[in-house]
Each structure stands twice: as C-alpha cells, then as structure tokens.
C-alpha cells in the first residue's frame, strides 16, 4: 500500500492507493460513481446486500448509497436494461448488470436498436449514458454461460464495447463508460475478477475510451489481444523471448472503437501480426483487425496477418476440450509465423 510521505514525528497522511483484485477495483468504481453523482443508480439480479452480486462487485454498496440507488431486479434482462434505457432518458446514469454476457442476447433489441440509436435518431437531443457490465465465463460455466459475444457487437453503431485485463484498467475504464454521454458495454472476464492483486489508485481516475496499452515492446511481430487472452499472450511473450523471439504485446481495452493508429504504428514496424482472442474465429474480433492491417500496410508486411481465436464450437464444460487459444499454441503459431518453429498441424 503506497502512500504520501510524512515529516518525521508526524502521521503518515491517507493512502493513495491499495492492492486489489479485479472485483475489488470495480466495487471501488461503482462506489467511487455513487459518491459523485446522485444520477448513478446500479440495477441487476441479487447485486443488494446480502447478496452483493453473484460475483461480489457490488458487495457492500447497498448498505453504504442505499436500496433505492443499487437495486436488485427479477430474472429479467429484457426489464433491467429496458427500464435502465428510460432512466437514462430521465436524466440518470444507470448501470445494469446482466449477470452473464450469454443473457444479453435477451436484451439485445433493447440495446441494439434502442440504446444505441436514440442519440443518432434524435439529432443528439437524447443521449444515453447507460453502462451495461456483464460477465463472460471460462470452461466451466459451459455453452450457455460462456459464450464470448462482444464481435456481434463491434458492429453496432453507437455502442462501445470495452474488456479490461487489469484490476487498474477495469476501474478506471469502467468509470470512463459510467460518465459517457453514450451506451457503453462492459465485459468482465470471470477469470480475471479474481486475479492477483495490483496497487489500484484510490482516487477518482479515468483511461480514456479506444485508447490501447502497450504492455511488451518487441521488433519481430505485434501481437494485439484483449482481456483474458493478455495474460496468455504475455506468458507467451516470455517463451518466445527465449528463443530469440521479441514480440510486441497491444492491449486493446476497447473493441469498439478500437485502438488502429496504436495498432498500425507498431506493425508498420514489426511486419508481422497476429490477433489473438478467445471469441470465435469465424468473423470474431480478428478479422475487422486483420482486415485493417492487411489494407492499410499491404505491401508493407513479411507475411498474412494471424488469426488466434477460439474453436468454432460452443464452448466445453471439459477442461481438455479447451477452445481458446493457449500459451502453447500462441508461441507455436507466432513461431512459425517468424521462422523460428515448424507450423503447427
């Protein structure tokens, strides 16, 4: 815990910051929202205390801001985020939590065709400050409970779509969607709630929306990944540091819009990319990447852009049918995409 230095003999003053998981940077986000503005109001299934949500993020805020401002609503997405949609339209920042991202889909007329056209419809008469968090799954909440949707809604005019990797991205990301004037997409990776912790800044903080992080610089390939995939990209990272392969590892943290000045600089360097992502392959996320790339650096790059993503199936309960991509098949795939290993079968 890091905090302001004191003169000798005096108090040591508050701390700045403190070490937290994923979960915890964004109850300090949800917490930190309430205080500042009376507009924000949380809405979701079982998020009041006791309960506190199902993953715990908004453990606590009930009993601090209210029942009225964090409010636990039926089994019913459609209802949480149609009436956050009119809330927003009265004037409040709602965030509704739809407790598995797979749900959406039963909201997805009320976001799709509501949400993110009304300011567009109404010649910016009617903004739409709603945030909606939701959480995408690892293998072991199954088809139904794990599916990772955010490509179908890259293709939304209107909406952002964000995916944080660490606990100090989530807050301040999530914070950055709370006060937008437009509807905003939060997905939360289960994986990640839960990770080590990091010294998160106590303080009110925003990242910027469609703002990438670099977070390995390399000069033989960029590898541009988001979410979960970034740990598993970065392990990759450090295999293929030792074998003489240095890559540049990009952290998207928005999908919509996305980061393609930070991203064509750095393969503009390297001439090689690969986009790595657990969504399925077939018309997920890489491909609009790996279009861009391709158009705007053709003649410019070494070899075809890669496309890491997950298998073309539901996902598996089983653990050994994995279908996201895995550290092993990352430095496999970049390997011999540098000439450094032969091409997986």
């Not at 949800?30 to 998020?47: C, N, Q, S």
């Amino acid at each position: 815990m890091s905090q302001t230095e004191a003169p000798a003999g005096q108090p040591t003053s508050q701390p700045t910051s403190k070490a937290m998981n994923t979960a915890a940077a964004l109850r300090n986000a949800l917490d930190i929202a309430l205080g500042l503005d009376e507009k924000v109001i949380l809405l979701g299934e079982d998020i009041a205390d006791p309960a506190g949500g199902v993953f715990k993020v908004t453990n606590g805020l009930s009993t601090k801001h209210g029942a009225h401002r964090v409010r636990t609503t039926p089994i019913a997405e459609q209802a949480i985020v149609g009436a956050s949609i009119g809330a927003a339209l009265g004037g409040y920042r709602p965030v509704a939590e739809i407790m598995f991202f797979d749900f959406v889909t039963v909201a997805m007329d009320q976001l799709v065709n509501h949400a993110a056209k009304l300011r567009y419809m109404t010649g910016g008469a009617t903004p739409v400050p709603l945030t909606v968090r939701t959480t995408v799954g690892s293998s072991r909440f199954g088809a139904q409970h794990a599916q990772e949707l955010e490509a179908w809604f890259m293709h939304v005019p209107g909406l952002k779509v964000v995916m944080p990797s660490t606990p100090s991205d989530a807050k301040g990301l999530l914070l950055s969607c709370i006060f937008d004037p437009d509807p905003c997409l939060f997905v939360e990776h289960s994986n990640l709630l839960f990770s080590p912790k990091e010294e998160v800044e106590l303080a009110d903080y925003r990242i910027p929306l469609g703002r990438a992080a670099v977070r390995r610089e390399g000069r033989d390939l960029t590898a541009i990944t988001y979410g979960a995939q970034v740990r598993t990209v970065l392990k990759a990272a450090e295999k293929l540091a030792e074998q003489g392969v240095e890559i540049e590892v990009i952290d998207l943290r928005t999908l919509s819009p996305w980061d393609s000045e930070t991203v064509l600089a750095s393969v503009a360097r390297t001439r090689r990319a690969a986009v790595v992502h657990s969504a399925t392959t077939t018309a997920g996320p890489g491909a609009e990447i790996a279009a861009v790339i391709s158009s705007e650096l053709f003649g410019g790059l070494d070899g075809p852009v890669l496309r890491l993503g997950g298998t073309d199936t539901p996902v598996p309960f089983a653990e050994s049918l994995v279908s996201v991509p895995t550290t092993a098949r990352v430095v496999a795939e970049i390997a011999a995409a540098v000439g450094a290993g032969p091409r997986p079968p």
